[in-house]
Structure formats: C-alpha cells, structure tokens
C-alpha cells in the first residue's frame, strides 16, 4: 500500500553552508560606520544647498528659481524610481526569488549610493578638501548603482547578499575611475551612459558570472521560470524603467535646450524599440505567441542605446532608427544568444542583461561616436555648448571627438572585463555564503518566508499530489477491480 | 470505473484561427518603418529643444529656466505613467488577461504616440515643411493615444493584437482631426480633454464593441471576473490614475494660474467622487459591501468630468460637485446601466468605460459649457487669458463661448460613433486572428504562458478536481460497498 | 464513511453584525455634502492660482515662473503617491486585508484631505473671511491626512470603514489644532513633520488601539501572517515611500537652500537606515535570515527621524547617523517591542507603527532640538533664513529655539495620547459595526470578494483536503483490505 504522499522535498540537506547571520551584519555594520567617518571628514552641502545660499544669490544675482534643485529634482525622482522600483521590480520575474530581487537590489543601492556620492565627488566634485554636494551629485551616485544593479542580473538568483555588497563596493570603485576616465581625461561626452553606465555594467556583471560559472545549474531549474503573477509584477519595473528612461537620460544634461533634446530622443527611441521586440518575439514563436520576456527587457533597449547621443542633435528620426534596430538585436538575443552563451560560454546570464544593456550599450557607443564625428557648426550653432569646446578642448573637431567617444568606449569595456575578473575571482573564495546549486533562485535560503507560504507550495505539492492521486486511486481501483 | 481525472480542458481545437505570426510582425515593421521615414521628412526640434536655443535666449532675452520643458516636463511625466501603468494596470483585474492588459496596452500606447506626433504636428505645430517638436507635443500624442486605450477598455479580451493596431491607427487619426475641429476651428476649449478625449474615446470604443457584438461571449465566462491578486494589482492602476489625474488636467494649461487652478480643481472633484462612490457601492450591495470594480473605476470619474473646466475659474466647491455627481452617475451606471446595455443594446463593455469615460466625459463638456457661459470679467480679470479671446476670436463674448463649448462636445460625439462604425466594420472582416467566443480573456491565445502555469490553473483544475475527486472516491467506495 | 471535505469554514453565523450598508453611505453622503457648503461659503483660490495672477505678476513684477506652483508640484505629486500608494500598499502585506489596507487607505485620505484643506485654512490661510488655497495646501492636506494614515496602521483589520472616517475626522482636527500650536504658537520648526505628523498620529492610533484591545484577537491567528505576493505588494508601498520621502521632507521647505538640503538630508538618513536595518534583521534571526517586516517598515525609520531637521544644517554625516540610529532602533522594535506591547501593554499594533513612526518621530523631535539649539550664525549665515527669526520671534536666539522644538514634540505627544483616549472611546461604542475578533483582518466583512476566490481559499481548503484525503483513501483502502 503506498503511502498517499510524498512529504514536501526538504531542502536543508545541502552541504554549503548559507548561515550570513555573521557576516551581513558586519558588513553593514562596518561600512555604515565608515561612511559616517568619511562622510564628516569630506562631504558637505555645496553653495545651493548651503544656508548661505542667500548670500550666493546676492553676490551673483540669482533668484531662488536659478538654484539647480529646480532644474534637476524631478528627473532625481524619476532616476530613483528607475533605480529602486525600477530595476527591483524587472528582476522579480522569478517565480520564487521576488524578495530577493526587490531585497537585495534595495540593499545594494542604497549601500552603494553613499560610497559613490565619495568615490565620484574626489573625482569631481572636490573643492579645499571637502567634497560639495547637490542635486546632480545624488543623481550621479544613482547612476553609479545603477550599473551594479545591472551587473546583479547576470548572477540574479546565484549569490549571497554578501557577495552582492563585495561586488557593489568594487563597482562603485571601478565605475567611478572609469567614468573619470571617460568624462574628465578623454572628454568623451556620456550623459545617459550608454558606456560608462551600461557598457561598463553588464561586462562587469557578465564576467563575474562566467568566473561563478555552475555547472550543475539545473538542479535548481524547477525555479528557473516564472508564475503568472511574478511575471506581471516584472512589468511594473519595465513601465517605470521605459517611462521615466528619458528622464535618466536628461537628468545631467544642460540646462535648456540639452534637457529637452534628450528627453524626446529617449522617448522616441523607447517607442520604436517597442514595436520591433513585438514584432521579432513574435515572428520567433511557435503561432506568432508573444514572449514576456521579451516585452518585459527588449522594449527597453533603446533607452540604452541613445544614452550616450541622446543630448546630440540626433534628430527624431535619427532616435527611431537607435530604438528599430536595437528592439531588433536585443530580442534576437534573447531567442539565440542567451542559450549559446551558456552552452558553449560558459556564461549564465540569469536576467539576460548582455541583451539589454550589454549589446545595447556598445551601440549606444557607437552611435555616440558616429554622431559626435557628424557634428557640424550649422546643426550645432556656432556658440552650443553641448561638446563643451571650451577651455583646453577649445581646438577639438568633430571627427576627433568622435574618436574620443569611441576610445571612452574602450574604457568601458576594458573596466567591465577586467575589473569583472578580479571581482569574480575574489566571489569564488568559499567563505561567502553563496547558495548550493540546488538552492539557486530560491529566497529560502536568505529570507524568512511566510509560515504557511502555501501559495508557492501549493502549486509545486499540487502536482506531485495529483499524480501520486492519480497512482494511488487506480491502485485502490486495481486491487478492488482484481481481487 | 471512471478516469481517475479529466485532463485539462484543451482549447487548441477552436475553429478560429489565432495565429497573428506573419501579420503582427508585418504591421509592426512596416508602420515603424514608415514612420521613421515620415519623421526623417517631417520631425525636428523646436526652438526650445534644439542646439540653437542658446541663439533664441539671447534673442528673446531669456535664460535656461524660461525653457518650456521646466514648466510642462514633471506633468507630463506624470502623463505618461497614467498612460502606461495607469491604464495599463487598471484592466489588469481579469484573472487571466494581465499580460494583455498590460502588454497590449504598452504596445498600442508607443505605436499610437509616433503617429499621433505626425498628426497632430501636421494640425499644430507645422512650420515651414517641418513639424517642430517639444515636451507640449510629447504631452499632446501621450493625450491622443488615451483616447485609443479607453476606446481598448470596451473591447478587452475580445479583439488581437493586429485589431488593435488597426484601432489605434485609426483612432489616433479621428482624434486629431475632431481635436483640430474643437480646438482650432470652434475654438472651444478642453485642456483635460473631457470632450476629445473621453467622450471620444468611450463612444468610439464602444460603437467598435458594438458592431463586434458577440451572441455567446458566455462561452469564456469562467474568465470574465477577477482573482483577489488580479484586483490588488488594478488598484495600481486606478492609484496613479487618480494621483496624477491633476497633472493630466494641468499638463498643457496657461502657465502660471492656468496650471495652478487645474491641478486645485481636479484634486478636489477627484477627492469628492471617491466618497460618492464608496456611498453607492455599499448602498447597492447586500451588507453594505464594497464592490471593487466600483472602486477600481468611478472614483475616476470626478477627473474626467472636470476635465475640460479644469482651467476654468470652476471654484473649489464646483470642482467637488462635479465631482459628487459624476461619483455617483459612474457607480450607477456599473450596478444597473452596463447589464442594460448588454442584454437590451448588445454593447459588451468589458471595463465599463461608458460609465467612466462615456457619462463623465459628456458631463466634463456640459459642465465646460455652464462654466464658459457663466464667465463674467470681474472674475476672469480684464487681462485674463484664459479663454484666449485674441485675434479673430477677440470680440468672443462668455454666452458665445458656451455655444462654442456644446459644439465641441457633439463634435467628439458625432467622431466617436461615425467612426467607431467604420473602424468597427473593418475590424469585423475575418482576417485579424481575434478570438473564439470560448477563447476569449485569456492570455493563453497571444502570450507564451510560464510552462508550469499552475499558480492559476490550479484554480480551475483543482475545482474539476474536487467534484471529479469527490465522484470518483464516492464511486469507489460505492462499488466496494456494493460488489 | 466519512465525507469527503468538510464545506468550506463558513464565517457568517458570527453574533457582531457588520453590516454598514446605511451608515457606511449616510456618512459619506453627509459629510461630501457638509463639505460642499464649507468650500462654497469659505474656500477660494489665493492669488497665484487665480484668474488675477496676470495683475498679480505686474503689480509685483514676476513671471510665471515665479508661482510657487512650479517650485512645489513636483513635490506635491511625490507626497500624493506616498499617501495614497505608499502609505496604502504598505498595508497590503496581511494576506487577505489587502482590499481593505489599499481601499480604505484611499477612502480616508480623499476623505480626510478636504477637511484638512479647510481645518489648516482657518489657522494658517484665512484673509478676510475667505480661505486662499494653492499647491502648498494641497501638500499641507496631504501631510494631514498622513497622520491619520499611520494611526489607520496600528488598528488595521480590527476596525470598520465607519469607525476609520470618525477616526479620520477627528485625527485631522485635532492634528490641526496640534500643528498650530507647535508651528505659529510655539514657533517650532517641523518641515517634514516627525513631531505634528509621525509622533502625533503614531500615539494617536496606538491609544486608540489600547482603548479598542481585544483580548480575543488570536482567533483570527490565522489571517495574521502574509503570503508571498502579499509581501511583494507590500514592497511596492515601501519603495514609494522610501524613494519619494526626501520630497515629503523638502515640500514645504523655504524656496532655493531649503528644499534642496532637505532632499540631500533625508535620501542620506533613508540610505543608512537600510543597511542597519538588514544588519539587525539578519542578527536576530536563526540562520541570519531577513524578515520581511523588518524591509518593508524599519528601512524608512531614517525618513521619519530626519523630518524635523531635514532643512537644518545637520550635515551629511549627521543625517547618516540619525539614519543608522533609527534602522536599529526601529528593527529591535519589531523583534522585542511589539510582542512585549501586546503582552504586557495590550496595544496591539497591526502595522508596527510604534517602531517606523512612534520612536523615530520621538527622535526626530530630539535631533530637531538639539540640531536647532546648536546652530551658529557661521553656519546657518547672518542672512539664513532657515529659523525664520523675523518679526516677534526676531530675538530669539538658538538655545532657545531648541527649547521650542522640544515643546513641540510634548505637544505632539499630548495631542496623540490626549486625542486617542477620548477618540478611543467613542470607537468603542457598539454602532459602528466592527468586525467580530474572529473576523479581522478578513476583506470578506466590508469587501465583495472574486466568486469563485479560489486562488486564497485554496490555500486554506487544499490544506484541509489533503488532510481529509489522506484519511478517506486510507479509509477505502483499509475497508477493501479488511473486508
């Protein structure tokens, strides 16, 4: 007589050991303290955040509507929401990992945040030895998450949340001297960073992964898809990422007319490249069935993809074709590349991010590039500001520009890989806490989960119930039928 | 003996086809395509957003914050996430319909926004051979395209993707031409977009839903109501509908008071419907329960209908008894008014948008009418631009205006219906891959489910289950007892 | 031969009744009325949202971009999603009250901001018998009703719609009266209000929690806990929160300096909140594993904290401390406090807000005084307007300043204790129809539930099922057996 079910299949048999009741704490704790210090020692308010801001206004002759928190605080929030709800939400798509995508991508960047507002202000922001803050330093500090976020695609699900706080804190590192490299030495312009941002980002985040490669992934391939429901939480990070993505990439443009040109650039781009991904996921499924991955990652392409020349006088045709061509190559990527990656690369990409930031970024490049080198007095005005020619750039020519952008684009991805490398090999030391393969993408192992969390469960007991129902019925009905 | 348990109920065999593999993707690359021609021959920036603005301050003796963008860019980001997640959420409630609710939704809104550029450029904004492009325009097609995702509100679940193109293409076109009509030609106006907006769009999508009627929708009734997930996911929607219905409504106002008071008055009068609603929903219902469909739309309703007199010297008590009304007239029309127009009518109104678009929207004008006619100067100001009485209009006295307004209000009728019937006509030609009766609401037609989709097909399976379960243990039993 | 499943757990033949099908409409009905009137005699626009504002602009040579609506909208906009989505899906983590947490949530609020909006105008807007409201009324309204909202979380699923409008209407009185004396009376200085809006509605809803113990409440044990998708919406509350508080605190700041430093303080607070937050969290708990809770509530204690002094010159480094201080304090909160509150104290409180707005808002009163009692003209500037010590306040000097603020935080506390225990009282009558102990945290008591609900009610009755199953196959096989 067989038993009527089988008990649920326990997993707290597997040899690592995921206990971070130590070490995330110390973590915290430690780098929370060492803020406070830094902070006080170097950071304090700029001249429009300052009280004495009065005094700025009358030396200068400004009102309080010239103070740049005007000109740049709703793009802030905008970038904030991309950053926390955005890219939080995108990654919630598991059916099984929600906490830890939203979780931990909010751990991450509100960690990485405050050593970036450090790294970045040395770089740029340092004046007599304080570093001077406002608006526009938060909004960088943003952007220098933001490509750690991305980079946390790649190894979504597969890592501790120690790991995710190592890794952020090289990133911040090396995102903020590859950045200096790209704005400050080469004087490549960037302001959506395609490069600097996404380039950089998904590289890094892609060569970790392939240093953390798992072979035997797939024993935890039942939580490798997702559910009904954790599919249309996902889209509510895609919508706030395509929605507020011309602000992203207007946030740190001049004032006016750059503003403006980036944010319509962005917005045409977005829509294009939702129509093609619709188009190809379509075209690549069995009955022209849409894909929700696809809807959910490659309508996005070409917000990374016009970040670097969204400022350009690309014009809006110009953004259209940015955004056809890249909801093209990042969908293809999705349907083909992805596999072949992890197959014959040895390189699992969990959220796919090569296909939304990485190939997108490196276009996005390109296009800076190719734009920047078309430059030309009649487009540009003889006295617009948006190549910055002035100072010891005051003799730079287009077609040199261009070649700047494209050495920063160099940069970006010598940064990814090789800092990428050296992260990745410091991850792989056994003491981090990281996931068995058969606990991967499972928020088990790092949260509490609700008590009776029959909601999930049920579905996986479900199953296992129905066909055991099934066996144990007909046995019943065999033994009766041939008695 | 009985199978232990009938499969799933397999739906592939509907004589329908739905396969949309060729022309979805054929519509999508062949529309961007175009457009991206038609913006290369058409589109550029305006003054304020293009690299020659530094030459138009100097001339015009502005600065930077003087740029259109920092007056209109937070409302219109404001717009576009009631487009995309506001509408988009809101028709998520159907248990088994978010991914089209949403994704749809998405797809529609960035096709129609392209073209609505071109169109309303061709009527607005058309200088010299080129469209000259700014936020106000990005606001403007973002306004078009709502008109199209209320008309889709009607035919939810029942229609293809490719119809919905078709739609959307169509739709966008009418609304420029009745909006050139209202605005320009009559003269009436309509910030909130009460008369071109709503009521267009809900007498539009509803003479579709009518000439599409179908006899035996029954057939998919076990998919028309909600899921409790389903129903907390809407109220995302409704949430940042409401929120940031003042934004809406204030978007492309005067500067200064024009904006100020659209955002007061529609604060108020949306503030006003949710009591109204609650009031009726607990009257209508046994015990006082609350409905959550009624929640979900009519507490919306005080936006609409405020729409157009938004910018109107309306004063804060007649902003809250617009809103008191519309409240109740919306709540009404869901309990008694949409089963009438489906059993004596055949109009099938999925999302109810006669009670929240339809009804509201004509109110929205009438309102705009008493309130445009009642204009005296002393409270206007001499100076006062709200009604723009310069030009050829400068001898407009109010009681004209008023006429002007109840002109605009029968123009978006009369294009909601006349062309509802012939875009509805050619949506019922048998070659756009819509659903079979029994097939309609349902994801699984255009949408590649998560392989192991249990988490809601348990729902249904696990009740077949039970009754299948109960009848086979009982038969089971039966026939041991009786053997 | 046993049945084969028990009937579903019928909750009906409970002896409260909670039928508000008059009561529930009459309210509402009377008070929109009531407020119909009031706006009619009292409320008009003030002058930059009026029609005047052409002549205002001349006679004080502005432009338009001068309206102080373009120096808070932004703002604005971001407050109203905190109160409405913030503040309302936080609550939506109990596995079956999210319709009552995301719908009543919105019910008070639209309720409770129109007689904020006059109650605020008799103190701070009255000129010549009329009340002049623009956009800072609206955030005022907004702040208001957040008090009641955090009141509503310490009794959330215990209490009726009903009760929830009288604890609105009186909450928003008496928090009137309170920010009165603490701002105009007293002359404290509380922009983002830790001691008017979170001490006050915090030991406001706790003593009204106290007043309303049930000591049976553990029969309703079983809906106490969230469920996986419950705890991702909940998620969505809490980033809308965390992202958007740097605009709550900054809203009503002074123009320029003020708003700016505000922001910059409390996104520092907000940051460092997180990290001890997780930190703590993972200390206490087996296996270092993080508690939902502790995320979705303890990482905004920093926004709370810095409220108060957020346009202070408190320092980076000193809003990184205030923010580390309260994600620890706030976290051992939720891990001690609450379970010893409800044991020992009686107060049970749902939400926790003892430990996000309770002790974080004390603390915000204590860094408001001590931040305000150490300031120095070197560096607040002789000009700095930030303490407003102009007219009879033009002598006060900052030790002094400091006692104010301190006399504002007792205020508060006063109000809250004061207010709850007469306002508790009246609650506690048997009219207003609340919810058997038995019954709470149930949408089904106030809410029309999906019909066929299965995707909850699964849960509960698969769980039941599987027992039954057992037993009745075991049953038939031990009958077949043994015959």
Known sequence: MGTCMSGICDSFGC??????RLKLPAVCFIWQIAMIILFGVFIRYNEESDAHWVETKKAKNLTDIDNDFYFRYPSFQDVHVMIFVGFG??????????????????????????????????FHSFHSGKILIGVENLINADFCVGSCLIAYGAVLGKVSPVQLLVMTLCGVTLFAVDEFIIISVIHA???GGSMSIHTFGAYYGLTISWILYRPDLNQSKRLQGSVYHSDVFAMIGTLFLWMFWPSFNSAICNHGDGQHRAAINTYLALAAAVLTTVAISSLTKEKGKLDMVHI???TLAGGVAVGTAAEFMLMPYGALIVGFC????????YVYLTPFLEKKLKIQDTCGINNLHGMPGIIGGIVGAISAAAATEQVYGA??????FTGKFAKVVPHVQGGYQAAGLCVALVFGVG?????????????WGDPADDNCFDDEVYWELPEDEESHSVVLEYNNHMRNRHQDVCETNFSVAHR
Chains 1, 2, 3 share one sequence.
């Open 15 to 20: 040899s690592k050991t995921t206990n971070i």
């Open 296 to 298: 959910q990652n490659s």
């Open 419 to 431: 800092g990428g490398v050296i992260v990745g090999t410091i991850l792989k030391l056994p003491i």
């Open 326 to 333: 890249c909801g093209i190559i990042s969908t293809l990527g």
């Open 189 to 191: 312009r960037d302001a």
């Open 383 to 388: 006295e617009g500001d948006t190549f910055d």
């Open 89 to 122: 939400f995108l990654m919630t798509f598991l059916k099984r990992y929600s906490f830890g995508a939203v979780g931990f991508n909010f751990l991450i960047a509100a960690f990485g945040i405050q050593w970036a507002l450090l790294m970045q202000g040395w």
